[in-house]
């Protein structure tokens, strides 16, 4: 009788074991997934001086909306992720694209489609991250709630992700291509 309760406490560790192991992976995946983010909006954020910088050649009068961009990128840059300051950066850096169409030799400078070409890439990659994201969120979320990892999540300390905890500024347009035009 002795065997058969110690052979079933062994049992259940190795299972225990198996879970956290399992769910720690799966954890990791979500935080991959979340640095991938923020590697691309550093990236999206370190393009922008660069652009204004050659816009500025061109639109030197359109002073405000450049000042707008560089406090918007520069607030979205500092500190943690804010859907926020994400939408107001969005917002602004569309104004700056636009300028494209209201200075032909703004449009039709190499620096200025390049940089346009390199945002597109980066708004690509983004938009592939989250949606990396979302799927390592519920494959988490799935391997925490299946039986038996669900009697053991919450002590282990495993707690459901959030699939919108970084920005909201994008729901709706993730899956959307940029509309950028190098006509």
Do not use: C, W
Request: avoid cysteine.
């Amino acid at each position: 009788m002795e065997f058969i309760l110690i052979g079933i406490v062994i049992v259940l560790v190795v299972v225990v074991i198996g879970i956290y192991n399992r769910l720690v992976g799966l954890r990791q995946n979500v935080n991959q997934g979340v640095a991938d983010i923020d590697a691309q909006l550093r990236q999206r954020h370190d393009l922008i001086p660069n652009l204004v910088n050659t816009v500025k050649g061109y639109a030197s009068h359109e002073a405000d909306t450049l000042e707008a961009v560089i406090a918007a990128r520069n607030k979205a840059a500092s500190g943690s992720v804010n859907s926020q300051d994400e939408a107001t950066l969005r917002i602004a850096l569309d104004k700056v694209l636009a300028l494209g169409e209201a200075y032909p030799d703004l449009k039709a400078n190499t620096n200025f489609q390049e940089l346009q070409r390199e945002l597109a890439n980066v708004e690509d990659k983004l938009a592939a991250a989250r949606r990396a994201l979302n799927a390592a969120v519920s494959r988490y979320n799935t391997g925490r709630e299946s039986f038996p990892a669900v009697l053991f999540a919450g002590t282990l300390g495993f707690q459901q992700a959030d699939f919108h905890r970084l920005d909201d500024s994008e729901k709706g347009v993730v899956d959307q291509v940029p509309n950028v035009d190098f006509s």
